[in-house]
């Protein structure tokens, strides 16, 4: 299988997993609040050890070696701060009630008592998830090009944490319709964002990749990743339970992360 068969799969593995969180949102006893925490801080924990001390040092190295230390640690940290400024931006357009990082608690929409209101909110909801899976698919592909056991990393890591978001527009979706269908499928198409994502990554390494390409962009993976994990994951787990169970998920996932770095890079 080639690198970029690889990479485009795993991307789509990790965009569709709002599927399995539009199934779990049907079940209450899966949305289990301190299961959502542990999880969540578990993803950040991947992306933050990833970003820090994988993705970042290759990019540095990259870019060093065609620009010289100090133009390429420059370069390396304007990428680095460019994806950050990047998924910032993208948070900065949304609307603050339909964007995915300012989500409220799932069970929040069963409060909600107008059907048209929560058919409103799961619609928006869904588009909002779409737009800013989008360089997140970006980012796992580019990922798994370099290094597939570091893509599959990033990709389980991203999985982990699309869950929730396709609990957050199957919830409301499905008690303004009763259709266990159409909430299924509005979750399941807002992941199709990411392997779209993977097919632009595709395109832009074919057409404009260098060393020098491949650096700016490994850094700029980096930061997008940093900034999911600080404005996102870690937020989203504390909200969901308690202090000490989201900083325990985000000690597993640097420890798995670590581990899976030892053993298959």
Same mark, same amino acid.
Request: net charge negative; hydrophobic share 55%.
């Given at each position: 299988?080639?690198?970029?068969?690889?990479?485009?799969?795993?991307?789509?593995?990790?965009?569709?997993?709002?599927?399995?969180?539009?199934?779990?949102?049907?079940?209450?006893?899966?949305?289990?609040?301190?299961?959502?925490?542990?999880?969540?801080?578990?993803?950040?924990?991947?992306?933050?050890?990833?970003?820090?001390?994988?993705?970042?040092?290759?990019?540095?190295?990259? +870019?060093? @070696?065609?620009? $010289?230390?100090?133009? /390429?640690? =420059?370069?390396?940290?304007?990428? #680095?701060?460019?994806?950050? %400024?990047?998924?910032?931006?993208?948070?900065?357009?949304?609307?603050?009630?339909?964007?995915?990082?300012?989500?409220?608690?799932?069970?929040?929409?069963?409060?909600?008592?107008?059907?048209?209101?929560?058919?409103?909110?799961?619609?928006?909801?869904?588009?909002?998830?779409?737009?800013?899976?989008?360089?997140?698919?970006?980012?796992?592909?580019?990922?798994?090009?370099?290094?597939?056991?570091?893509?599959?990393?990033?990709?389980?890591?991203?999985?982990?944490?699309?869950?929730?978001?396709?609990?957050?527009?199957?919830?409301?979706?499905?008690?303004?319709?009763?259709?266990?269908?159409?909430?299924?499928?509005?979750?399941?198409?807002?992941? +199709?964002? @990411?392997?779209? $994502?993977?097919?632009? /990554?595709? =395109?832009?390494?074919?057409?404009? #990749?260098?060393?020098?390409? %491949?650096?700016?962009?490994?850094?700029?993976?980096?930061?997008?990743?940093?900034?999911?994990?600080?404005?996102?994951?870690?937020?989203?787990?504390?909200?969901?339970?308690?202090?000490?169970?989201?900083?325990?998920?985000?000690?597993?996932?640097?420890?798995?992360?670590?581990?899976?770095?030892?053993?298959?890079?």
């Amino acid at each position: 299988m080639s690198d970029y068969l690889f990479a485009f799969l795993i991307t789509l593995f990790a965009g569709l997993s709002t599927g399995i969180g539009s199934l779990l949102a049907f079940y209450k006893k899966a949305t289990s609040k301190k299961f959502l925490a542990f999880a969540l801080g578990l993803s950040a924990g991947v992306m933050l050890y990833v970003s820090f001390l994988e993705i970042f040092p290759k990019a540095l190295e990259s +870019l060093e @070696e065609i620009h $010289g230390e100090w133009m /390429g640690y =420059f370069i390396t940290t304007l990428s #680095f701060f460019g994806g950050i %400024f990047f998924m910032a931006t993208i948070d900065k357009l949304l609307p603050e009630n339909i964007n995915p990082h300012e989500l409220k608690d799932p069970d929040m929409s069963e409060e909600v008592k107008e059907k048209n209101h929560l058919l409103r909110m799961g619609l928006f909801t869904a588009v909002a998830i779409a737009i800013h899976n989008f360089p997140e698919g970006l980012a796992t592909f580019i990922a798994a090009v370099e290094n597939r056991a570091l893509g599959v990393g990033i990709a389980v890591a991203i999985a982990i944490h699309n869950i929730p978001e396709g609990i957050a527009v199957s919830v409301p979706v499905y008690h303004a319709t009763g259709s266990r269908k159409k909430a299924f499928f509005l979750s399941f198409a807002s992941g +199709l964002a @990411e392997p779209i $994502g993977a097919v632009i /990554g595709f =395109f832009l390494l074919m057409t404009v #990749f260098t060393p020098s390409t %491949f650096g700016i962009l490994f850094a700029g993976v980096a930061g997008i990743m940093v900034y999911i994990s600080l404005d996102e994951l870690l937020p989203s787990a504390e909200k969901y339970g308690e202090h000490h169970l989201s900083i325990y998920g985000l000690i597993t996932g640097m420890l798995i992360m670590a581990a899976s770095l030892v053993l298959f890079i």
